[in-house]
């Protein structure tokens, strides 16, 4: 889950995501959207790949990027219950609620 959140830190790598929520890009398209060096790009997509939020189709000199959507979901569900937020959470809440307030 830490690299999930290190790749979700960066504001770039969030807009690759965003703009791979639409339909898989190449790394051209990608880095047409930003005004980074190419090679930053590259790093950026690795770090989404490290953290397993985006998977690439290389054909030829051409990467295709697509997002891994249920990568992020799971992420974000796991961090959401360690606050007691998310269906895991919902059977405590109730209980809580049920017994009231401690003293």
């Known amino acids: 889950m830490n690299r999930v959140f290190k790749a979700l830190s960066d504001p770039t790598r ?3 995501l965003e703009l791979l929520r639409r339909c898989p890009m190449t790394a051209g398209e990608l880095s047409g959207h930003f005004t980074v060096s190419k090679p ?3 790093a950026h997509f690795n770090v989404l790949k ?3 939020l985006i998977e690439a189709d290389k054909q030829g000199a051409t990467i295709t990027y697509r997002l891994k959507l249920s990568v992020l979901e799971d992420a974000l569900l796991g961090f959401a219950q360690t606050f007691g937020i998310g269906p895991a959470a919902a059977p405590d809440s109730a209980r809580s609620r049920e017994e009231g307030p401690q003293s």
């Open 14 to 16: 969030r807009k690759v």
């Open 50 to 52: 490290e953290a397993g």
């Open 40 to 42: 930053t790009m590259s």
